[in-house]
């Protein structure tokens, strides 16, 4: 996953100050490889040990760290617009249009920031699983049932049910060698945390497909998938974050089918 990539995913799960400096330098990437720490500290209005601590919340070691990942990144996507063929999605006039533009758009960022490490293993947890609970926020009810039907049409022994006590009283009869699969949006539904925490106490494996963020349900996964959600506003945040969803899950299964 790209440097600036990852900035605008967390941009939701930052600080005041991280969230200044993540603008700035989004707004003026190609600026970026001029300014010192201290120079941007003065542009932005921090303090240059955010700047530090802003590049180490990113994953480097420190801003030249940052700032050489930053110009990569932009020079990559400057060279990708270069030789990129113009879309099927360009017509302005027409709803199908715009929206296979956005809903591409979230697409090539969920993939871009899915490790492929990650998703190699919940394929094989997937496919080695004895049994699998699949466990969803309301929110994600429809691609719950979606995987859920998807697994049982390949042989798999899944289980899913909307009701909360009874998804938690069935996560208390998994197995070591069975998996939890979690869906949900913010990763913080208490219900799903509580589902998660007692399968693990059974040495369960968990599996957890949220939106891209530090939440709950993610940290108490063993396998973490991520969406990236659209900068659009609510209700096309909904609809795209369902697609991406779904191409995720749709993704998981062409594996089972490759490796199978």
């Given amino acids: 996953?790209?440097?600036?990539?990852?900035?605008?995913?967390?941009?939701?799960?930052?600080?005041?100050?991280?969230?200044?400096?993540?603008?700035?330098?989004?707004?003026?990437?190609?600026?970026?490889?001029?300014?010192?720490?201290?120079?941007?500290?003065?542009?932005?209005?921090?303090?240059?040990?955010?700047?530090?601590?802003?590049?180490?919340?990113?994953?480097?070691?420190?801003?030249?760290?940052?700032?050489?990942?930053?110009?990569?990144?932009?020079?990559?996507?400057?060279?990708?617009?270069?030789?990129?063929?113009?879309?099927?999605?360009?017509?302005?006039?027409?709803?199908?249009?715009?929206?296979?533009?956005?809903?591409?758009?979230?697409?090539?960022?969920?993939?871009?920031?899915?490790?492929?490490?990650?998703?190699?293993?919940?394929v094989d947890a997937i496919?080695?699983?004895r049994c699998i609970q699949v466990s969803a926020c309301p929110g994600s009810v429809a691609v719950a049932r979606y995987l859920t039907h998807q697994l049982l049409e390949l042989g798999c022994w899944a289980v899913y049910d909307e009701g909360g006590a009874l998804q938690e009283r069935i996560s208390g009869s998994l197995q070591e060698d069975?998996?939890?699969?979690?869906?949900?949006?913010?990763?913080?539904?208490?219900?799903?945390?509580?589902?998660?925490?007692?399968?693990?106490?059974?040495?369960v494996k968990v599996l957890s497909l949220t939106r891209y963020n530090y939440n709950a349900a993610s940290i108490h996964s063993d396998i973490r998938l991520y969406v990236v959600p659209s900068e659009d506003d609510e209700a096309?945040?909904?609809l795209l974050f369902r697609s991406a969803q779904m191409h995720v899950i749709e993704g998981l299964i062409s594996g089972l089918l490759t490796k199978g």
């Fill in 127 to 129: 496919r080695t699983a």
């Fill in 236 to 238: 096309w945040q909904r």
């Fill in 1 to 122: 996953m790209t440097c600036l990539l990852k900035m605008r995913a967390m941009r939701d799960q930052l600080s005041v100050n991280e969230r200044k400096l993540a603008d700035f330098i989004l707004e003026n990437t190609q600026l970026l490889r001029d300014y010192s720490s201290s120079q941007l500290a003065d542009a932005v209005g921090v303090s240059q040990s955010s700047v530090v601590k802003f590049s180490q919340k990113l994953g480097y070691r420190g801003y030249p760290s940052l700032k050489l990942a930053v110009y990569e990144s932009y020079a990559g996507e400057v060279q990708g617009r270069g030789d990129e063929p113009q879309r099927p999605f360009a017509r302005a006039d027409s709803p199908l249009s715009v929206l296979g533009q956005k809903k591409l758009e979230v697409l090539e960022n969920t993939v871009s920031i899915n490790e492929a490490e990650q998703f190699s293993a919940a």
């Fill in 178 to 203: 069975d998996l939890l699969c979690i869906l949900c949006d913010f990763g913080g539904e208490e219900s799903l945390v509580n589902i998660a925490n007692r399968a693990r106490e059974y040495g």
